[in-house]
């Protein structure tokens, strides 16, 4: 009988998010300072090698599913090939990819051609020039917007990620609504979190999961869609729409208790929870002479250490209070 993740809540850990780098071509307000961060140098980054040995061994335990994010993906040299040596692992049933869109239209066509490649995430969180570039402190709305155009009408799945900024883009939110009336497009609306290289921002308004759906009721009638149970948005159909709609409660964190997934930063750190500040470096691990057996004890017992929910693991910081840059977690 395989051995599987389970954790102690009974949760069986199918999912990995893997960041395959921290650095990024925008500087998303909401992400990271203007200035940018703190880069990992390059040598302390996992090789596409260690990655894939990582992944190789989390589905020998039962991971089925693997989403690739950033920073930026696309940003790192080698990731179309990187994409290539993961769909040789038999065991591995999915790749996701969390893309800004920038860099990644010349690659659609190659995507597509890759069975595990199945889902992008786009993230985009202003259909405004002007406001795009101030969100994101950089002038390629126009490249973006075709990017989303492509992969749209393209064989993958899309969902669009916008992170709901008070004070910026709430405005918006029954736009990107109509968008899923002629385009078959999950719209994903996620509350802003801490994870902007500050901590939590000083906003007014507090644009929760509530007051999302409250917003998007004004214009629109929409249905509870079922999903599947560790889905971490909850869905949404509106009649005589292609697309659909999804609200996910990542600082409220109300989706927790079905929790299946675990996730790996480009330096190799083990993180059970989006809110803990790592558990443990596979990295320093692999490169003193971990062999995958060793691998998968360890993971067994990691996962046992995952906390309840994220408020529980925000509270076992040792780091103090959320001020990371989500481009050093992996969005």
């Not at 040299?77 to 990644?104: C, H, P, Q, R, V």
């Not at 795009?132 to 709305?141: A, G, K, L, M, N």
Request: aromatic residues 8%; charged residues 25%; hydrophobic residues 35%.
């Amino acid at each position: 009988m395989q051995q599987q993740l389970i954790d102690n809540f009974g949760r069986q850990i199918s999912y990995v998010r893997l960041a395959v780098t921290d650095r990024c071509n925008l500087r998303c307000q909401y992400c990271m300072p203007a200035h940018g961060i703190e880069i990992a140098p390059r040598e302390g980054l996992l090789t596409f090698k260690e990655m894939y040995r990582i992944i190789r061994v989390l589905t020998e335990l039962g991971v089925t599913k693997v989403r690739l994010t950033g920073g930026e993906p696309f940003v790192r040299k080698d990731f179309i090939k990187f994409l290539e040596m993961l769909s040789f692992n038999d065991l591995l049933e999915t790749i996701n990819i969390t893309t800004n869109g920038a860099m990644i239209a010349k690659h659609i066509k190659t995507l597509e051609r890759m069975e595990k490649v199945q889902n992008i995430n786009l993230s985009i969180d202003s259909l405004q020039k002007e406001k795009f570039h101030q969100i994101t402190r950089r002038d390629v709305f126009p490249e973006v917007y075709e990017t989303f155009e492509a992969l749209e009408k393209s064989s993958l799945n899309l969902k669009l990620n916008v992170v709901v900024q008070a004070g910026f883009n709430t405005d918006e939110i029954v736009d990107f609504v109509a968008l899923t009336k002629d385009k078959d497009v999950a719209v994903r609306f996620i509350e802003e979190m801490p994870f902007n290289g500050k901590g939590q921002r000083d906003i007014q308004e507090n644009w929760n999961y509530n007051k999302i759906l409250e917003e998007i009721k004004t214009k629109f009638d929409v249905q509870l869609l079922n999903s599947e149970k560790s889905s971490t948005s909850k869905n949404f159909s509106i009649e005589g729409h292609k697309g659909s709609v999804g609200i996910i409660p990542a600082f409220t964190r109300t989706i927790c208790g079905d929790c299946n997934r675990i996730r790996i930063t480009p330096t190799g750190t083990f993180k059970n929870c989006l809110f803990d500040d790592g558990v443990f470096n596979l990295r320093d691990f692999i490169r003193n002479g971990a062999g995958n057996q060793d691998l998968k004890e360890l993971f067994l017992s990691l996962v046992k250490d995952k906390p309840e929910n994220g408020f529980v693991a925000e509270a076992n910081r040792s780091k103090g209070n959320v001020s990371e840059s989500m481009s050093t977690i992996g969005g």
